[in-house]
């Protein structure tokens, strides 16, 4: 089994998974470090380099973690979304069913 899961359905990803609880741990790390390496990237620190570089591996590990959960219970959204539209447009129209 794998450490992280990457093939998802749509039900399956609306649930909390261990893959959220990475993202939701991990994120906060990178923006931060994002943030300070930046500012002292501006000065020309090297450890403001080497943050905003960690900053920047961990952002790319967070969305490798958390974008095929959010595809996927997008593209079930979107099936949702279209349907309705079928039959708001056959409502619109009187249509039986």
Avoid: N
């Avoid at 300070?36 to 790319?60: K, Q, W």
Wanted: charged share 25%.
């Amino acid at each position: 089994m794998a450490l992280i899961k990457r093939k998802w359905t749509a039900h399956e990803a609306d649930e909390w998974t261990k893959e959220d609880w990475i993202a939701i741990v991990i994120s906060p790390f990178s923006y931060i470090l994002i943030c300070m390496g930046l500012a002292m990237s501006f000065f020309l620190l090297p450890l403001g380099f080497l943050l905003l570089g960690i900053g920047i591996v961990i952002t790319f590990i967070m969305f490798f973690v958390i974008d095929p959960k959010l595809k996927a219970v997008s593209s079930g959204y979107e099936k949702k979304q279209h349907e309705y539209l079928k039959e708001l447009e056959r409502i619109q129209r009187w249509e039986e069913k």
